[in-house]
């Protein structure tokens, strides 16, 4: 009957029942909105349409990752999403540096102003995700009508920390000092990043606090905010409702979780650096001066606990987060925009907080 269920809908209808269909939940001091799958909010386990999705990936892909692995990896480029925009445009630029160059996505640029979106990809600090994520951005530059920007960062191991986080800060610089060239308000910028591309949001943040511009909003989907072994000791696979789909949903956080020690070796030089703040910004004491967060988590990702525990964090501070958990999603779920419906409520949603947020400020200003 799930199965059934999964070809039902349309992506339409799908989308809709998402729409209505949030349900508050308060656990100790945390607040979030939990989505259910589209109707099958009563039931448990997988999203059919990522159970579909999961059991046609090969066996041998599903394991924990090695460096022997990395380029296989990088060299497996697949774009699991549909353009669901409407005719945005996608535009090159380029940032001269010293002693290297970064190449700008620049989408829905108009000879209007608007407030910019800065997009950092995930992919692992060591893998080229911005073909796999062009359509994600159409997509938020539309709904939020924004002028979204999105950096090829260098990557891990040939530029460990921080080379590529020092890339994303000289995109907010160089967006900030000619806000006519990307035709955007300089007092309206956001960051948005989806996995570690969430952590580099978080980081940048945390750097511009000794710049002249402000970030005014942090959006992040199913980020990695602890990259130490301090959340994931305290890990536990109970956490996760295995009632149904056991061995998919498994398998898959075994993977991630012992994948962790991959990526750490890749991106650090030394692994004493797990603990520096802007590596994993779960450990970063001082959160008192952050803009408003929006959040996404996935109901069986292995990044899910710590960022619940994040947004315990930010809350207990009094900061302002709006968190969103999807049942039945796994990691990076929105790059799947247009297979997932989860993956277009989830952007619409950011879109709709982005803007409640710079409408607000606007009325503080005034």
């Known amino acids: 009957m799930r199965g059934k269920e999964s070809t039902r809908y349309t992506h339409e209808e799908l989308t809709a029942r998402l729409s209505g269909n949030g349900k508050e939940e308060k656990k100790d001091n945390v607040t979030t909105v939990q989505k259910g799958i589209p109707f099958l909010e009563a039931e448990l ?19 924990p990752m090695e460096t022997k692995d990395l380029e296989e990896i990088r060299s497996q480029k697949k774009i699991e999403n549909i353009d669901m925009s409407h ?23 108009t000879n209007t102003s608007k407030p910019a979106l800065i997009y950092y990809h995930g992919g692992g600090f060591f893998d080229r995700d911005e073909e796999v994520i062009e359509n994600v951005c159409k997509f938020l530059a539309e709904t939020s009508n924004t002028v979204v920007i999105a950096v090829e960062y260098r990557l891990a191991p040939e530029y460990p920390y921080q080379d590529g986080l020092d890339d ?47 970030i005014n909003y942090i959006g992040l989907f199913c980020p990695l905010v602890d990259l130490s072994d301090i959340s994931r000791n305290s890990w536990n696979i109970k956490h996760y409702s295995m009632a149904e789909d056991e061995e998919l949903i498994r398998t898959e956080l075994i993977a991630m979780k012992e994948s962790l020690y991959f990526i750490q070796t ?97 009325t503080e200003d005034e």
């Not at 386990?45 to 394991?63: C, I, Y």
């Not at 910028?189 to 710049?211: C, F, M, P, T």
């Open 45 to 63: 386990g997988l999203d059919p349409r990522v159970k579909d999705f999961l059991k046609q990936v090969n066996p041998s892909l599903r394991r």
């Open 168 to 214: 994303c800060l000289e995109t907010v610089r160089h967006v900030y000092e000619f806000p006519e060239r990307f035709r955007i308000n300089p007092t309206q910028i956001g960051l948005v990043g989806d996995s570690v591309g969430g952590n580099l949001a978080l980081g940048v943040q945390h750097l511009s606090r000794k710049e002249e511009w402000e």
């Open 87 to 109: 005719n945005i445009k996608a535009e090159i630029e380029y940032l001269y540096l010293e002693d290297h160059t970064l190449k700008l996505r620049v989408y829905n640029r």
């Open 266 to 362: 890749l991106y650090l030089e030394n692994l004493k650096d797990v603990l520096i703040p802007l590596v994993s910004p779960l450990l970063r004491e001082n959160k008192g001066k952050m803009p408003p967060v929006f959040i996404t988590t996935a109901e069986f990702d292995f990044l899910r606990l710590q960022g619940e525990q994040f947004t315990s964090q930010l809350m207990d501070r009094g900061l302002s987060v709006r968190h969103i958990e999807y049942k039945g999603m796994d990691h990076a779920f929105v790059r799947k925009l247009g297979h997932y419906p989860q993956a277009y409520d989830a952007i619409t949603e950011l879109s709709v907080h982005f803007n409640e947020i710079i409408a607000s400020q606007k």
